[in-house]
């Protein structure tokens, strides 16, 4: 039987384990990247989680890992959409083991993590959507927007 729980510090490295599985599935990163990725992502995890900005949720089937997201809340300037906010929930981490797809875990995990934003008083809620998961957060709400990326090419 399906069941959600909140995610704890004890599940840090499954979390790191889902989002480079959701990068790699995506097409973001070599498994080096991905790897080194996860090393310095599971103490921001952890960190996070402590401080109560990070939430997440695990669901099981009858013990077996079947899907995980997390909701994290960003320090934001306010601004038109919100014009007295000083911060916004952002949605991470979302990953459904492909053998629990089309069940609606997304759906509901989505779901999860939107009254989260809401019980801390959120009126923006953001998150970066792959192909496959774009229809799930449009039925949900969600909509695009304008934003977009610079990424500094040069190494340390």
Same mark, same amino acid.
């Given at each position: ?48 989680? %402590?401080?109560? #900005?990070?939430? =997440? ?8 890992? &079947? !899907?995980?997201?997390?909701?994290? /809340? ?40 939107? %009254?989260?934003? #809401?019980?801390? =008083? ?8 792959? &192909? !496959?998961?774009?229809?799930?957060? /449009? ?18």
């Amino acid at each position: 039987m399906l069941e959600t729980r909140l995610a704890t510090l004890a599940d840090a490295a499954l979390i790191t384990a889902h989002r480079q599985a959701m990068f790699a599935e995506v097409g973001l990163g070599t498994p080096e990247t991905l790897e080194l990725m996860g090393r310095h992502f599971t103490p921001w995890l952890e960190r996070m989680m %402590a401080a109560g #900005r990070y939430v =997440g949720w695990i669901a099981e089937d009858d013990g077996v890992v &079947a !899907a995980s997201a997390g909701f994290f /809340e960003l320090d934001w300037p306010p601004h038109p959409f919100d014009p007295a906010a000083t911060g916004r929930g952002y949605l991470l981490n979302f990953w459904v083991e492909p053998v629990y797809r089309e069940r609606g875990l997304a759906r509901m995990l989505v779901r999860e993590a939107v %009254a989260e934003s #809401r019980r801390r =008083g959120l009126r923006v809620t953001t998150l970066h959507a792959s &192909a !496959a998961g774009r229809p799930v957060y /449009e039925k949900e709400g969600f909509r695009s927007s304008s934003e977009m990326i610079f990424m500094d090419g040069r190494t340390s």
